[in-house]
């Protein structure tokens, strides 16, 4: 029985959920970006180059096909999903981290170091509790 109960505790351990979450979001968005692609970006590509449908494109040498098209297409595809996660993930949470860090600002230390055995004591200590010198202060 015991062995069921830790598996139970596996499973409802925040990290295991938060990896569900994020594969079944990972799935959905890529169906999205790839849909863009194909939707969007590769038409707009076959307009200005004339070709609606890169994995068609192949070359032959000694019998063997080579489908560089079909690379053309993944490499779309990556490129897409890259300024997708960057614009809409990466960047959003950058600026959030910045803004967060510019409204905290330094705060004032409650410690300096002792003059003579750089131990950490309060800022207003005029004796160092460790070796008991005197402290200057500094103005």
């Known amino acids: 029985m015991g062995l069921l109960k830790e598996f ?28 863009l692609v194909k939707d ?3 038409p707009i590509i076959a307009a200005i ?8 494109l192949f070359f032959t040498i000694n019998g063997s096909q080579f489908l560089y098209g079909d690379f053309i297409d ?9 300024a ?6 990466v960047k959003p949470i950058n ?7 510019r409204g905290q600002g330094d705060a004032d230390p409650t410690t300096k170091q002792c003059t003579e055995c750089l131990s950490d004591i309060p800022v207003a200590a005029t004796r160092c509790a460790f070796c008991a010198q005197p402290q200057t202060t500094i103005a």
């Open 40 to 42: 969007l970006v590769t």
């Open 95 to 101: 600026a959030m981290a910045a803004a967060r860090a």
């Open 74 to 82: 993944a490499l779309i595809t990556f490129v897409a999903v890259a």
């Open 8 to 35: 139970k505790a596996f499973l409802v351990r925040g990290n295991v959920i938060d990896l569900a979450v994020a594969f079944v979001m990972g799935a959905a968005f890529t169906a999205v970006v790839s849909d």
């Open 49 to 56: 180059f004339g070709k609606p449908d890169f994995s068609t």
């Open 84 to 89: 997708a996660v960057f614009f809409f993930v």
